[in-house]
């Protein structure tokens, strides 16, 4: 089995589907993340610091590279919803279902710095 590499599991290499890069240059690398009602993207990472600012989306279950549900918006107590800006540090591999009753769109503005 072929060993799998941090880049290769970068949102829009492992996630082309749901991942698409829309602008980049030697500061930042801006992501448009699109994922329809239903849809649970594969695994993978975002690893660069980054802004997120949420255009749609409400609940979603984010599973580890085991599988193991890591947060489930659903399962807090009041539900949890996406917030429409937010500061990342990185995410590790990881899945996203969405559970939602809206596609969940997510621009990210990763720092190459």
Request: charged residues 25%; contains cysteine; negative net charge.
């Amino acid at each position: 089995m072929p060993r799998v590499s941090k880049d290769d599991l970068d949102g829009p290499v492992a996630d082309p589907a749901h991942h698409t890069v829309v602008f980049e240059n030697e500061h930042v690398r801006v992501i448009e993340t699109v994922i329809p009602v239903g849809d649970k993207t594969p695994l993978h990472t975002h690893l660069a610091k980054h802004l997120m600012v949420a255009h749609s989306g409400s609940h979603f279950i984010r599973r580890d590279e085991t599988g193991r549900v890591v947060f489930d918006t659903r399962a807090t107590q009041p539900p949890s919803v996406i917030p429409p800006i937010e500061w990342s540090d990185g995410t590790p591999a990881h899945t996203l279902e969405n559970t939602g009753d809206d596609p969940i769109c997510v621009t990210a503005i990763e720092l190459k710095q």
